[in-house]
């Protein structure tokens, strides 16, 4: 069964930067980043798909970068310039290639993906 396990949540304060990691059991050619702040819908943060397309949403553009490291079926997503707004649970998301919303420009939904990590809490306060 896949494994998927996040790493490097924390406390901040605003206009600063975490990295996130996702250890995975295995490759997966779609990952994606979700949110979910109390009261809220989980909401696709960013996502990587085979060959390297990504997608992110509106609110984290020219701040939040996804990458991978295929060698160590690892995903990244460094947050920069964190504001509170970003305080929320992330979580790292798998679903095969057939699958991969990013593929096609569409937004990530829960839906889309069937493995998901237990999440990492990141606080950001002002």
């Known amino acids: 069964q896949a494994q998927l396990v996040e790493s490097g949540g924390g406390s901040v304060q605003a206009g600063g930067s975490l990295r996130l990691s996702c250890l995975a059991s295995?490759?997966?050619?779609?990952m994606g980043w979700f949110r979910q702040a109390p009261g809220k819908e989980r909401e696709g943060v960013a996502g990587?798909?085979?060959?390297?397309?990504?997608y992110y949403t509106e609110s984290v553009k020219g701040r939040f970068t996804i990458s991978r490291d295929i060698a160590k079926n690892t995903l990244y997503l460094q947050m920069n310039d964190l504001k509170t707004e970003d305080t929320a649970m992330y979580y790292c998301?798998?679903?095969?290639?057939?699958?991969?919303?990013?593929?096609?420009?569409?937004?990530?939904?829960?839906?889309?993906?069937?493995?998901w990590g237990q999440g990492t809490q990141v606080t950001v306060s002002s």
């Open positions: 990587i798909s085979l060959g390297g397309i990504t």
């Open positions: 998301a798998a679903t095969p290639h057939s699958r991969c919303p990013v593929v096609v420009g569409r937004t990530p939904k829960s839906a889309d993906f069937d493995y």
């Open positions: 295995t490759y997966w050619p779609c």
